[in-house]
């Protein structure tokens, strides 16, 4: 239903394009992507996504020059109107190749290629701060707007996920929390941008070179803590783990103990947007894998 409903407003919407052929895909939490057989993507966002939509257009067009051929080219915002109201959209060019989900499963010959790319990728992303970015109104936060942000985290989760928990889970996140809070050390990292949401779903792979050709959805950008993209790059616990023990920005135990804070807290999203949009699998699948997670560390060989 959501499928016909969501094909349905691209239709009322781009009345002069050729939809036929086009590829829906109604997966993504904040939005919905239209891919179209000339190789344009239109990503159109959710009722409270339109913000973020912006920030991504804002950030794509930053990191362009830095990154080049890894985002998309012909980045543009595009308005239309629909029903009464000026709706926004995001326009590019696909990237050339499939996502790491549509990959799997990754042979030991692409995990290892994968780490040892993102050994180059992830610095080049943490180490330079674009001149434009400060105009794009992502979140700035240093070492105590860190801090606040996981309080308000934990109080935010007291609301509207403990409740839904058995009583086990919730003190085990009340403890992971708040003694993550109450240590300094957490928070002395260099703030630098950051991806926020790297995950299979947004790594493209070409699948005739062999690489990583492409990294998409930047709306959960940042400036913050660069150990969180690495925890997201444990979404493959061999490539994760490589990758973590080969690069050198991770000197010292400090950003390892940050990781596996960060990979245990991940299924919480889960739970949390879950909750909010009534997917009991989501809430179910979210559960089990904070379960799983409890105890994950990092051993550095």
Sequence with gaps: MEREKSLKIFESLFTETDLSGSRLDTHGWDSRVLFLQNGTVIKIPLANGYEKLEREYCVLKSVKPLLGDLVPDRIALVMKKFRGETLEFLSYNAIEGIT??????????????????????????????????????????????????????????????????????????????????????????????????????????????????????????????????????????????QLIRNQRELAGPGPIRRIEFYHRMVPVYWIMYGLRNRREKLVRDGIRELENRIGFKIAIL
């Design 100 to 241: 790491l989900d549509d990959a799997a499963p990754l042979s030991r010959d692409m995990e290892t290629s994968i780490w040892v790319q993102m050994t180059r990728i992830l610095p080049a992303i943490h180490h330079h701060m674009p001149p434009g970015l400060s105009k794009c109104g992502i979140p700035l936060l240093d070492g105590p707007g860190w801090r606040d942000f996981y309080a308000g985290f934990l109080r935010d989760l007291r609301i509207t996920v403990f409740p839904a928990l058995d009583g086990h889970l919730s003190s085990y996140l009340e403890d992971q929390i708040r003694t993550f809070v109450e240590n300094d050390s957490n928070f002395e990292f260099r703030p630098a941008l950051i991806h926020g949401d790297i995950d299979p779903r947004n790594l493209i792979w070409d699948t005739h070179s062999l690489r990583i050709s492409g990294i998409i959805d930047w709306g959960d950008s940042m400036i913050g803590d660069p150990a969180f993209d690495y925890a997201s790059m444990l979404f493959n616990e061999r490539v994760g783990l």
